[in-house]
């Protein structure tokens, strides 16, 4: 599956601290993200609201621990196909912080970097 991920001005990565959630590109915006140190690792991966899924995560201080972050994310409206796209991405990205994901089969998806 062939995933579009977002990014910010002139298409460099968003800064997970700055990105502005209260865009009417967030309003009900269904998908999948990534959290990432830059030069670093995954810090976290995850689904659902978009908008509301990084808010709680910009509260959580196992994520904001590490500095330096970054965000992607692209749209996926059907639930099903987001629950084997995050077990794909946990699976193949083993983030930082979280290590639970959907009990499903893994739906192989597009990493937004040049070396998948």
Excluded at 88 to 107: A, C, E, S, T, W
């Amino acid at each position: 599956m062939n995933l579009i991920w977002n990014t910010c001005n002139r298409g460099s990565w968003c800064s997970f601290l700055s990105v502005n959630l209260d865009h009417s590109h967030f309003n009900g915006l269904e998908g999948v993200y990534i959290i990432w140190q830059g030069g670093g690792p995954i810090i976290k991966v995850g689904q659902g609201l978009i908008r509301n899924r990084l808010s709680a995560h910009r509260e959580d201080r196992a994520v904001t621990s590490y500095g330096n972050l970054f965000v992607t994310w692209a749209a996926i409206p059907s639930k099903s196909i987001r629950d084997g796209v995050e077990r794909f991405l946990g699976d193949r990205l083993k983030p930082r912080v979280g290590d639970v994901f959907p009990n499903v089969v893994p739906i192989e998806v597009n990493l937004p970097w040049s070396y998948q």
